[in-house]
Structure formats: structure tokens, C-alpha cells
């Protein structure tokens, strides 16, 4: 299936010199993609294009009596135990008319779209009821002290007891750990600053855990990143991740596009367009901007790929005038080292919230959406878990002048909407590597390597040619072709390339280029097995 198309950049030129490059490190194993120029030396008749996965609709929904209308994750996935062969999820419920009982529940499943919510015999009574899936970690806590926003499994802990990992706290983080995702146990160590939003990722490429965390700088909020290589000990967080000036040029035009598109669900609460760029005319909390409400990482085939949540604050919150209304989109970044950071896809929406022109019941992902902390690897594809709100504000609660909305006045549609809930966990599928792809048309493209050291016998490509076919060349030193493929034509997410002329087995450790041409399809990645 062809996802969404966000950009096209059509790449003609030599990006250098093919004749001055140094050998790259292509690892055997690890997929190149093409999310920057790291192995490209030249581009010729061929575009990029950036995709947005496929969303399957809200598979966990506020409905456990203990859930009240809303659950919700900043950055917990669901996560395979292998002993156990099922996924465990962590997330929070939010009875909102009590928030002494706000709190972290846990859902079992075993494909990861069906999920069941255990009662586990904690016998703290929740909405009337002492039957429910709610995790403890310190009884003494309340709202927002327990909440468990960023749950990972580390199955190389030697510490059975440390398997489970995640972080407490709504303002300020505290280490915990868990042998069963239930019980869990805080860490004496560091003590981590942020405030509300937090995501948590073991990178494996660096053995170390990375914490993104919630901060501010003059665009409003911010991300900033914190590593620990034992879970105990955390760095003093530096910043990781911002908006910047041309994103605040864009907000212009996408609130200005979101509030007269009516397709979508647009914000109660939006202040008149500023004259400037100094925020509102009245007021004192800033909109018509664009902010990171939070950033997600994870290590992806040798780099890291960022999952911005930006947002867009179109009004202020009436009547306190304490906060603000607005809406989210999931962009898509990619770094190498951290702290360089390539927005891809023109910052156009990686997953951005779902219409409601054809109704409002069942449909989460209409205004506020937080990304996971990284996908989840399901064969050939990559599984997104994301809460999707449908409002910022509490649904039907308030007019937009900020007065409380009459029960009374609400349609049949919207009462059906209050009773389906107010936000759950979505899911959307992206193909594997599928994140941008190198396109041909009629006419062919190609696509030649920055040499490297061929360490491998096979090579293997992830690639649609459904209505075309690509061919591979091998080059040596001399730019002479040693090694030709046979034409190969389909859609293969994975598939190892043959040979018409030549094998790769008698290159071995010899310093090699790779030829694609492409005609009429796509080429997500490539790989040495």
C-alpha cells in the first residue's frame, strides 16, 4: 500500500564529488535509509517523498469503570515479555471528577489489538469498585506524584527485579523499576527535572538510556535531554530539541488553514489573528506560535529518529486565562548525534489528527496527539501507538466566551461523543523503513552510493517496484561495473537481490560503490547480510 505523500524535493544534482569521498561505514546488518545524504554521493531523476502511516483507530478506550473518560501515555509502548508471550501496556486513567483517583493501569494483549484490562487484586477501591487493573507504586502518592508516564522493558538487565524501568512523577522525575510492571520500587539516584511531559528509550546503538524531557525557551515549550548509562545516575538535562523562527512563520497559516478547514475539529477558544509576531493583542499567554509540547527519540538503524509534537496554541483559556487552547501534530526528524536535528517532510504532519466529516463517534485523534517513545517492530512493519484527545479542553464543558455549557443544550451526536470518552491510544502502521523513500517515474532514476568496505556477501533491499522494476549495479575503485543484478520487479519490503554478472562474494573487503536505477517505483532502503 502507497501511504500518504507529505513532500516531494526533486534531487537532480551531483550532492559531490563522487571521486573524493571517503569510505563510509556500511555495517552488515544495518539498513541505510535515506532520511539525509549519509551514504549518497548522487542523485539523478529521482525525488524523495516522506509518508504517514496508516492509522487503524483507537485500540484502548476509556472502558473499565476505572478509566473514567480518559487514558492516555506520554511515550509508554506496548511491550513484549517473552516469558510471559504477551504485550504489557502502562498507561494513566483519568476519572476527571476526582482526581484523587487519577492513576497508572496496566492492559495485556497478545497480537496488540486486542487488549484486555486485568483486575490485579490491589484492593484500592477506584470509582466505587476495588476490582481493576490499577498499579500502585506508592499508595501515599496522589495525582500527579504517581503518575508513570514512561514504562520500558530492558530484557538485558541482569536484575530480574529491573527489568521493568520507567519514571514517576508528573513535575520532576524519580527512576523505578519492576520485575512484573505491577510492584514497583524507586530508585535512590538522580532526581530529574521536568514538568509535565516526559519519554523515555534505552538506545542500544550507545548503551545508554535517554530521557527527553519538558522545558521552555523563548518560543515557549521545549525539549531537553538527560542520559544515564545505569537508569540510577541521570546527566544535567541540556537542550535537546526546539521550535525555531521559520516554524513560527508556518504556524501563521496552519492555525489560520486548521480553523476554516471544517472537516476538522477546531479548537473553543481562538484569539484573532496578531498583527505581529509579539503574540496576542490582549492577554498574557502567547498564541498564533508553534511549541514542542514533547519530542520522542529512538535509536532506528544506526541514527536517531525524532517525533516532534508540535504545538499550535490558537486561543487562550477562558475564563482563567491561565493556559491555552490549540491543537497537536506529530512531525518527523532525524539526527546522527543528538543534538542536530533535520525536519523532514517540509514539517508537514508524520500523523495529524483524523476528520470528523463523517462523524465525531469513535474519533480520538481530532485535536491533541502525543507520540510513543519509538514504534513497535511487528515483522515487516512499524506499529504507532499515540493517545489521541479529542479536545483540548474538557469536552463540551464550557462556551466560547468561557462560561459553563448547558447540559441541556447538547445534540443527540454530542451527548453519544461525552459518553464514548474523551481521548484513548491509536494506532497507525507505517511500512519498515518506510519513513521516506527515493521515487523514479516512466522515466529512470539512479541513485549511486558513497563508497565503503564491502564486508558481506548478500545484499538486500526494501522496495515497491509494483508497477516498475530496478536494477543494481556493483562498482569498483575505478567506477568500473563489476557486478550487475537482474532486473527485479515488485513490492518487497525485504528481498535479496540476484546477480546476472557477478558476486558479491569475491569483493569482500574490497572498497565498493552501489548503482540503483529505478523506473516507476520506490526504494525505502538497503542493506549487507
Request: proline share 7%; hydrophobic share 35%.
Amino acid at each position: 500500500m502507497i501511504h500518504w505523500v507529505l513532500c516531494t524535493i526533486l534531487l537532480g544534482n551531483p550532492i559531490s564529488s563522487p571521486l573524493q569521498e571517503e569510505p563510509i561505514q556500511v555495517p552488515v546488518g544495518q539498513r541505510q535509509l535515506f532520511l539525509d545524504h549519509g551514504c549518497i554521493a548522487q542523485l539523478q531523476d529521482l525525488h524523495s517523498t516522506m509518508h504517514q502511516p496508516v492509522k487503524r483507530g483507537a485500540v484502548i478506550r476509556p472502558d473499565a469503570v476505572s478509566d473514567g473518560s480518559r487514558v492516555q501515555t506520554y511515550g509508554s509502548v506496548p511491550l513484549w515479555v517473552p516469558d510471559e508471550q504477551v504485550f504489557k501496556m502502562v498507561y494513566m486513567a483519568f476519572p476527571m471528577e476526582n482526581h484523587g483517583e487519577i492513576g497508572a493501569a496496566l492492559a495485556i494483549s497478545k497480537d496488540g489489538l486486542h487488549w484486555e484490562k486485568p483486575d490485579l487484586g490491589q484492593g484500592v477501591s477506584v470509582r466505587g469498585s476495588t476490582t481493576n487493573n490499577r498499579i500502585f507504586v506508592d499508595r501515599k502518592l496522589h495525582w500527579g506524584d504517581n503518575a508513570l508516564w514512561n514504562v520500558i522493558y530492558d530484557a538485558d538487565d541482569p536484575d530480574p527485579q529491573r527489568r521493568f524501568k520507567g519514571l514517576l512523577g508528573a513535575i520532576g522525575r524519580t527512576p523505578v523499576v519492576s520485575a512484573d510492571a505491577i510492584h514497583w520500587t524507586q530508585l535512590v539516584g538522580t532526581a530529574i527535572p521536568s514538568h509535565d511531559t516526559s519519554t523515555l528509550t534505552y538506545d542500544d546503538q550507545n548503551h545508554r538510556f535517554l530521557a527527553v524531557l519538558k522545558t521552555f525557551n523563548r518560543f515557549g515549550r521545549a525539549a531537553a535531554l538527560s542520559t544515564s548509562p545505569d537508569f540510577r545516575i541521570w546527566s544535567t538535562p541540556s537542550p535537546c530539541f526546539s521550535t525555531d523562527d521559520l516554524d513560527q512563520k508556518i504556524a501563521r497559516e496552519v492555525i489560520r488553514n486548521r480553523i476554516h478547514d471544517r472537516r476538522f475539529t477546531v479548537p473553543l477558544f481562538v484569539d484573532p489573528e496578531p498583527k505581529t509576531d509579539a503574540g496576542p493583542t490582549t492577554g498574557r499567554i502567547p498564541t498564533w506560535r508553534a511549541e514542542c509540547y514533547a519530542f520522542s527519540i529512538f535509536p532506528y538503524e544506526g541514527v536517531y529518529i525524532g517525533l516532534p509534537m508540535v504545538y499550535y496554541p490558537t486561543g487562550e483559556e477562558l475564563p482563567a486565562r491561565n493556559n491555552s487552547d490549540g491543537f497537536h501534530s506529530i512531525q518527523l526528524a532525524m539526527s546522527r548525534d543528538l543534538t542536530t536535528w533535520n525536519r523532514l517532510g517540509d514539517r508537514g504532519e508524520f500523523i495529524g489528527p483524523s476528520p470528523i466529516d463523517k462523524g465525531l463517534i469513535g474519533v480520538f485523534d481530532r485535536q491533541e496527539l502525543i507520540p510513543p517513545s519509538r514504534p513497535v517492530l511487528r515483522g515487516d512493519e512499524l506499529w504507532f501507538y499515540y493517545t489521541g484527545l479529542k479536545t483540548r479542553i474538557p469536552p463540551y464543558s464550557r462556551n466560547s466566551d468561557g462560561t459553563a455549557r448547558d447540559p441541556a443544550s447538547l445534540t443527540d451526536e454530542e451527548r453519544d461523543d461525552l459518553a464514548d470518552g474523551w481521548s484513548a491510544i491509536c494506532l497507525a502502521v507505517l511500512r519498515r523503513d518506510g519513513f521516506v523513500s527515493l521515487d523514479a517515474g516512466p522515466m529512470p532514476g539512479t541513485l549511486l552510493t558513497k563508497p565503503f568496505v564491502l564486508e558481506a556477501e548478500k545484499l538486500c533491499v526494501n522496495l515497491d517496484a509494483t508497477a516498475g522494476e530496478m536494477t543494481v549495479e556493483v562498482l569498483n575503485n575505478n567506477q568500473q561495473t563489476v557486478c550487475c543484478s537482474k532486473e527485479l520487479p515488485g513490492n518487497h519490503p525485504r528481498t535479496e537481490v540476484s546477480w546476472k554478472s557477478g558476486h558479491l562474494a569475491g569483493l569482500k573487503g574490497e572498497t565498493v560503490r552501489l548503482r540503483f536505477t529505478l523506473t516507476n517505483s520506490r526504494l525505502y532502503s538497503f542493506w549487507l547480510e
